[in-house]
């Protein structure tokens, strides 16, 4: 009887696994990041009602919507891809069906399947799923720091290079980029969803990690830990720089965007910086004099005010203390404006178009332009000259006194000979040396 059983259930189950399916999805909300397909039937029209779940014909139609990745696994495995949105026709499955290809053969492989489903007691003994994986970007991850994250702040204008301790929150998005990857070592198969609210936690975790060196690589930029939010695609990167082992390679897993709602940094930090800010700027003479003459101009009005010692008593005290300084603001005044005199005759280099000073090498620092070539030249006495006669002993320059310029192909001849252009512009032949005329 129990071999009967499994020939009875073997025969019924393949010719009821025989038909085409046709697998679609609805849009993937975002809190699904995978979810494992069912056959599509249409109410009570549909005869396609008693197969496997687990079985798919030769055949069948797979729809792939807008923003979804379909993979189909067989037996554990992943043997299709599918990201292109329309229908996908799956014509290499191993399971027969009666209604796609040759109808003789069909018929011949449904009585092999028989034939070996009878020997596992008329189950299918195989597995096949398909899946439906969500590629959009998955918002509104949010994060914070529980604990003050290190960040390095530096200011090459004050020579400022100190760490401080910041706390920022936001959100953040991601993507599924690779769902293979995905799918074998995140969801794995699944009977139903796999939800966002599965990982997320560990992703947070790893992003909350990775931020302090995301954000070294921000700070070496020179940007201000008060200007994150004005910097949410450097930080990205930064993170998928980090993350990239992690993420990329072992999940499939991209960071879209980073938001920064707030950075906030301690206040002994803040009043740190602001302290060695106004330090710096005090190194500038006439800076230190100006805030001289402002604490001076306060402590004029306080003693006009001090109506205990007397308004002479306290301008006295105030003479004592200026003279008891050490330097006082005309003195400082003076050093600025010697300062602001010596700093033309002291600089050195050449002046780039762009306005780059001080360059003293071939090409500018600033925007790579070559060095303009030097219109000088050395008399015979040994001044150098720019101009068409020595300033020293008035010989003429030698190249406008031995030969001139003269297009050989069209007779154009510049009016200044000291300042010849590349090419002739009446006919656009470059000037060599058989431009060049003896006179």
Not at 214 to 235: C, D, N, Q, V, W
Not at 241 to 255: A, C, H, M, N
Request: net charge neutral; glycine share 10%; hydrophobic share 35%.
């Amino acid at each position: 009887m129990g071999l009967i059983q499994a020939a009875l259930g073997a025969a019924g189950g393949a010719l009821a696994d025989a038909w085409r399916e046709f697998f679609y999805c609805e849009a993937l909300p975002a809190e699904v990041l995978l979810r494992k397909a069912s056959k599509s039937t249409n109410g009570n029209r549909s005869s396609n009602t008693k197969g496997n779940d687990n079985i798919i014909s030769n055949g069948s139609v797979i729809a792939v919507a807008d923003g979804q990745c379909m993979i189909i696994v067989d037996q554990g495995k992943v043997v299709e891809l599918c990201a292109e949105p329309g229908e996908f026709l799956w014509d290499s499955s191993s399971e027969p069906s009666i209604f796609y290809g040759k109808l003789g053969a069909n018929i011949i492989d449904t009585f092999k399947q028989i034939g070996k489903r009878i020997t596992f007691g008329g189950d299918t003994a195989k597995d096949q799923r398909v899946y439906y994986i969500n590629t959009k970007e998955i918002p509104g991850n949010k994060y914070g720091t529980a604990n003050p994250v290190p960040f390095r702040v530096v200011d090459k204008n004050i020579g400022l290079d100190v760490d401080i301790a910041i706390r920022c929150h936001g959100e953040y998005s991601y993507r599924i980029t690779d769902p293979i990857l995905f799918y074998t070592n995140v969801s794995g198969n699944v009977t139903a969803d796999y939800r966002r609210d599965q990982i997320d936690s560990q992703l947070k975790t790893e992003l909350m990690t990775a931020l302090q060196p995301a954000f070294a690589k921000i700070s070496e930029m020179g940007i201000r830990y008060s200007a994150l939010p004005g910097h949410t695609m450097e930080i990205a990167d930064a993170l998928n720089d980090v993350l990239s082992k992690k993420w990329t390679e072992l999940r499939g897993i991209k960071v879209v965007s980073f938001g920064v709602n707030s950075v906030t940094a301690s206040e002994e930090d803040e009043q740190m910086i602001k302290n060695l800010q106004k330090s710096a700027v005090l190194r500038d003479p006439t800076m230190a004099a100006a805030a001289i003459t402002g604490a001076q101009a306060d402590a004029m009005v306080a003693a006009a005010k001090n109506e205990a010692a007397g308004p002479m008593m306290a301008f006295a005290g105030m003479n004592m203390a200026n003279q008891a300084g050490g330097m006082n603001a005309a003195d400082l005044f003076a050093m600025g404006q010697a300062g602001k005199q010596a700093a033309p005759a002291a600089q050195s280099g050449w002046t780039c178009s762009c306005g780059a000073t001080g360059n003293t090498g071939k090409f500018c620092s600033q925007c790579g332009k070559p060095k303009p070539a030097s219109d000088s030249w050395v008399c015979e006495c040994g001044t150098e000259n720019t101009g068409k006669f020595c300033q020293n002993c008035g010989k003429p320059r030698p190249n406008s006194a031995t030969f001139k310029w003269k297009c050989n192909k069209c007779g154009w001849e510049p009016e200044d000979m000291n300042n010849i252009p590349k090419f002739c512009p009446n006919c656009g032949d470059p000037f060599n040396d058989a431009d060049r005329v003896n006179v």
